[in-house]
């Protein structure tokens, strides 16, 4: 699975838009963008994926660029409740359930 | 979505002693569970997967003799760590891959202290 690239840190204003960046330079045409986020002292969660379309859920929207080397997570009102780790991991279809997990970054959501 | 329980959620034992943690599949058959490990500021890593049936697959590094893992039935995967040490206290974290679902699905995970 390629590797990803995250900023370790990054805060928000309650209420904002939170836009997590990830590079993934090294991503193959069968290999999937996967966000997950860990809030302290929990498991992961899931939030949403994507191969190369813009995706959206009711948690947040995932964008993808056109060469596919990088994307964004995009929180659309974050909350305090949104403090979190967030994970940016890359995976090839085959591999469902057997994660590498990079450094993260952390979201630190402001009143 | 699918729900993934770990049990105990903390437990504190005394060096030597062994202690087993449960994964368990509440709602779904999992014939394969993933078994992670999260040092204090650091990040998950995998340490084993976990297949129904058959003896687990463990990553590099990590001692099969001292995480024993045991997936005996579809719903329920057990990692015992043997022969507790301090330096074995960590996050233990357990996730079930379920057929027709592309993301995984994790525990809440096992704080575990070894005095």
């Known amino acids: 699975d390629a590797k990803t690239t995250q900023p370790p840190s990054m805060d928000c204003a309650e209420g904002r838009a939170a836009n997590l960046p990830c590079n993934h330079s090294t991503i193959s045409g069968n290999e999937y963008v996967y966000w997950y986020r860990q809030i302290h002292s929990q498991g992961p969660q899931y939030i949403i994926h994507?191969?190369?379309n813009n995706e959206t859920n009711e948690m947040a929207s995932l964008i993808i660029t056109e060469d596919r080397k990088s994307s964004t997570l995009i929180l659309p009102h974050a909350t305090l409740r949104d403090t979190a780790v967030y994970y940016c991991i890359v995976r090839a279809a085959s591999n469902t359930g057997k994660l590498i997990f990079g450094q993260g970054t952390t979201l630190q959501v402001k009143p | 979505g699918a729900v993934v329980s770990q049990h105990p959620s903390r437990v504190i034992c005394k060096s030597g002693t062994s202690v087993k943690i449960e994964c368990r599949s509440l709602d779904f058959q999992a014939t394969t569970m993933f078994w992670y490990r999260q040092f204090p500021k650091q990040s998950l890593m995998l340490m084993a997967t976990?297949?129904?049936?058959?003896?687990?697959?463990?990553e590099q590094g990590v001692e099969k003799d001292k995480f024993l893992i045991n997936h005996a039935s579809l719903t329920l995967s057990t990692l015992t760590v043997t022969s507790a040490h301090p330096e074995d206290s960590s996050f233990y974290i357990c996730?079930?891959?379920?057929?027709?679902?592309?993301?995984?699905?994790f525990g809440q995970g096992t704080r575990l202290t070894v005095v």
């Open positions: 996730s079930a891959e379920l057929g027709g679902y592309t993301e995984a699905f």
């Open positions: 994507g191969l190369k």
């Open positions: 976990s297949n129904e049936g058959s003896k687990a697959t463990y």
